[in-house]
């Protein structure tokens, strides 16, 4: 049905629990409640290598582990190279830090104003409303806060937040993120969210998200409804591997569409994972399929214990030029690097121009033909006799 893609079908059903009843297979705090989260609940499913056994043994004060039953399925029970299995089974790897690595790694701590609120741009602020997650990404950018596992004691302060947000009208856009905003009841997060879309100087919500990608079950009818009051509300995914991409999580996101939410999708780009031309390709055709625009690919942070998962930022811009003109504009993301220290998101661009000294470009294109744009003259006096 895809002859162009790399992964030849998209998961639908309840794999492994095909036993479990519909009513709590679709039940998201079923799926909760059921998550695993150690050696003994993994072995029953994945032929886990000596790597993993000791991940899993020494995890618990760097990051915790869960994985919903429903994104269980999507690992190989054999391989240990599958995608979806690096992302989230903690590997020996992860306790062996390098010198450039750190506990803060985009420089958040010190642009903290109150304890729920990142602001580093003028006009807009990082919310972070919970530090709980479906899921652990054993890449996570704040896992030094995530889970609690390190004692950070992150107590999200909705109110303060709130409050910052009204007293600084130059905040024009706040993105709620955590943790996963998504885990908070339906009541709490359209508290959250009303109360924003309230203030006068907020023109543009988004909350970042990867519970549809762990846990699409809370994609709820009632959550719809929270979502379709909000005057302007943007969602961002974070998808990394086309296997992500399932019958579910389609549904889920042509659900989000029709509401009227714009989808966004922001991957980290991960050793083994997704670091070459022919897996993101088959990742942004399906993000297209499902309505998704893809946004962001991130250099991944130097997050502590994360070397074994980071590639050369060279192999991400080599990755942009070989989709730029070689599939749909829409579907190429902007690959940025969040640079330590707190200097934001920077892109990266293979480079297709060369500027020359009579003011010509000599510009590349996608095939790397070469191309002349003049320099711009005064246009010509014609003179009348
Ligand atoms: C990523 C981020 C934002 C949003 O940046 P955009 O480029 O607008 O997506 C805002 N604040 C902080 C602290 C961020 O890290």
New binding site residues.
Partial sequence: MYPNDLVKFWFKGKGHWSDVPDEKWLDWRWQMKNRLKNLNDFSQYLQLTPEEVHGLESAENRLSVAVTPYFMNLMDPIDPNCPIRKQVIPVENESQISEEELWDP?G?ES?MPVESI?H??PD???FLVTDRCAAYCRYCTRSRLVSNAQGYGFHPNIESGLNYVRNNTDVR?V?LSGGDPLLLSDDKLNYILTSLSEIDHVEFIRIGSRVPVFLPQRITKSLLDVFSNISNLWLSLHINHPSECTIDLKETTHKLATVGIPLGNQSVLLKGVNDNIETMKSLIHRLLMMKVKPYYLYQCDLIKGSSHLRTDVNTGIDIIRGLRGHTTGYAIPQFVI?SPNGG??IPLSPNYASFNEDGSILLKNYSNKSYLYPAIKDPLVSIIE
């Fill in positions: 985009v958040e642009s990142v580093r741009y807009r602020v990082l856009d993105l969040d934001g998101k």
